[in-house]
């Protein structure tokens, strides 16, 4: 299974709401998951089972989605939300992460 | 409580091996399955490899099955990755991290460096 997402940077300012989307080769149900991941540092989950968020990541961030496409909406951009945002299938094994979308201030 | 550490990265020539480590400080390491994920300098996220709780079903990519061996000892509280014939292409950073009813990844290490050069 492979992934794709678009759009591959998007630059955006503060208070913004933005869209990433995340497509899969083939349907993997609701097995879709989101990272953060800024500069030298590690990622990060956000969002596990399409739209579940994970403890402590803020209310402004969502997913949706089902089978093949799945988006990460995140509303009123803050500081802070500038990295790059990745998905990933955990539908069967290998479990493949899209390229990556970057985020940048406007 | 989790807190992942890898170590044992470095430089080492094409066609060699390497052993990283990964420990985890927590107390939930014997009830997770481990994941080890890459990212080659610049690039996006590549999952590497997993392996169950009880470190019996290990998993791996196309790319590295046949030359990387993950292992996970519960009583150390510690995952492997054992990289054999290591080409130009596997180098980069390379992540522990605890997986979650065989799905989600929930915490990450801070990665090791693995570079492959002559």
């Known amino acids: 299974i492979q992934m794709t997402q678009s759009p591959s940077s998007l630059s955006a300012s503060v208070g913004d709401r933005v869209s990433i989307t995340c497509r899969a080769t083939q349907s993997i149900r609701t097995y879709l998951n989101w990272y953060q991941q800024k500069p030298g540092k590690a990622p990060k989950l956000l969002i596990y089972?399409?739209?579940s968020l994970q403890t402590g990541v803020p209310s402004r961030f969502t997913g949706s989605g089902s089978e093949t496409d799945f988006t990460l909406t995140i509303s009123n951009l803050q500081p802070e939300d500038f990295a790059t945002y990745y998905c990933q299938h955990s539908f069967t094994i290998p479990y493949s992460f899209g390229p990556g979308t970057k985020l940048e201030i406007k | 409580q989790v807190h992942l550490v890898e170590s044992g990265g470095g430089v080492v020539h094409p066609g060699r091996s390497l052993k990283i480590s990964c420990v985890d400080s927590g107390s939930t390491f014997t009830s997770y399955a481990m994941h080890w994920v890459r990212q080659a300098p610049g690039k996006g996220l590549d999952w590497v490899a997993v392996i169950s709780y009880d470190g019996f079903n290990p998993h791996y990519s196309d790319n590295v099955k046949g030359r990387f061996t993950i292992s996970k000892d519960n009583a150390k509280h510690t995952l492997y990755l054992q990289m054999d014939s290591l080409t130009t292409e596997d180098t980069a950073v390379y992540y522990c991290?605890?997986?979650?009813?065989?799905?989600?990844?929930?915490?990450w290490g801070q990665g090791t460096l693995v570079t492959v050069s002559s």
């Open positions: 991290a605890r997986g979650v009813s065989g799905s989600y990844i929930d915490h």
């Open positions: 089972a399409v739209s």
